[in-house]
């Protein structure tokens, strides 16, 4: 397992941006496929977007606002969120998989994002 700690949330109106960065732990970074989840008060945890070698994915509420990129010399996973509403208010969480797994096995501490109107 690798440790992850997040960093960048805050309180920012609609339409502004934010960029997540998560850093971890660990030799073989460049080797986990990394996520970002999150949880609104309510509700159950869902996938944002995860990079692998083929590079980002994302669900459906946030392409197009939203990307994932990662710099594997820095350790480093990173969410740049734009144009950003009140629906994506949350505790956001970044994930680790390993090669070879189909669960993220490691995750951070979660970094809050308020979305005001």
């Known amino acids: 397992q690798v440790q992850l700690v997040e960093s960048g949330g805050g309180l920012v109106q609609a339409g502004g941006s934010l960029r997540l960065s998560c850093a971890a732990s660990?030799?073989?970074?460049?080797?986990?496929?990394m996520g970002w989840f999150r949880q609104a008060p309510g509700k159950e945890r869902e996938v944002v977007a995860v990079?692998?070698?083929?590079?980002?994915k994302y669900t459906d509420s946030v392409k197009g606002r939203f990307t994932i990129s990662r710099d594997n010399a820095k350790n480093t996973v990173y969410l740049q969120m734009n144009s950003l509403t009140p629906e994506d208010t949350a505790v956001y969480y970044c994930a680790a998989q390993p090669l070879g797994r189909i669960d993220f096995n490691s995750w951070g501490q979660g970094t809050q994002v308020t979305v005001s109107s």
């Open positions: 660990g030799r073989t970074f460049s080797s986990y496929a």
């Open positions: 990079i692998t070698w083929s590079g980002g």
